[in-house]
């Protein structure tokens, strides 16, 4: 699996985009590009994926550059209850290797 | 639609002692996967099960291991429990068949060896 190199932490205000980057420049043409978010003493919960095109759920946008070696998580309107260390994934997700590889994430914290 | 239940929560043994553990996945879904959450490695994929057979492995001692049911319901062991086993234990489960659907994961099990 491509490795992710994602900023330590950062911060933004409460109604405001939350805007969480992700570098996987050794991504492979199979490989799809998850979130997770992970609240303190909560399992991960999964937030959006993609494989090149932009995607958008009700919780969060994915964009992805055209190249696919980064992307950009975007919470529209951040609250509070989204302080989260968010995970960026990258893995070529088949029947057969379903292991996600976390690594140590972004801590993201919204300020009131 | 229920999620993923882990049970139990909370849990506490002594060195050399066993555990077992329990994951319910989300109904419908098939493959479940284990990890370990310590502050110091992460998170780590220990195994996953699908159709009730072993299919990926993690790199961790012979001392973990798992199983899974016909209604596709899993439990993980640690036999000879050490201190540093104390983490969190996450069970994710997902449909299973390639077609790129997520893993969703419970609460955990939180294990503490004394």
């Known amino acids: 699996d491509a490795k992710t190199t994602q900023p330590p932490s950062m911060d933004c205000a409460e109604g405001r985009a939350a805007n969480l980057p992700c570098n996987h420049s050794t991504i492979s043409g199979n490989e799809y590009v998850y979130w997770y978010r992970q609240i303190h003493s909560q399992g991960p919960q999964y937030i959006i994926h993609g494989l090149k095109n932009n995607e958008t759920n009700e919780m969060a946008s994915l964009i992805i550059t055209e190249d696919r070696k980064s992307s950009t998580l975007i919470l529209p309107h951040a609250t509070l209850r989204d302080t989260a260390v968010y995970y960026c994934?990258?893995?070529?997700?088949?029947?057969?290797?379903?292991?996600?590889?976390f690594g140590k994430g972004i801590t993201l914290s919204v300020r009131p | 639609k229920a999620g993923v239940t882990q049970t139990p929560r909370y849990l506490i043994k002594t060195r050399g002692q066993q555990v077992t553990l329990s994951c319910s996945p989300i109904s419908g879904h098939r493959s479940v996967s284990w990890y370990q959450q310590t502050p110091g490695q992460g998170l780590q994929f220990l195994f996953e099960y699908f159709s009730e057979t072993q299919r990926n492995k993690g790199n961790f001692p012979g001392r973990f291991s798992g199983r899974q049911f016909s209604n596709s319901r899993s439990e993980m062991n640690v036999s000879t429990l050490e201190l540093g086993d104390s983490a969190l234990y996450l069970c994710?489960?997902?449909?299973?068949?390639?077609?790129?659907?997520?893993?969703?994961f419970g609460d955990g099990t939180r294990l503490s060896i004394l």
């Open positions: 994934i990258v893995t070529a997700y088949t029947g057969a290797n379903s292991k996600l590889t």
């Open positions: 994710a489960s997902s449909l299973g068949d390639g077609s790129n659907q997520p893993q969703h």
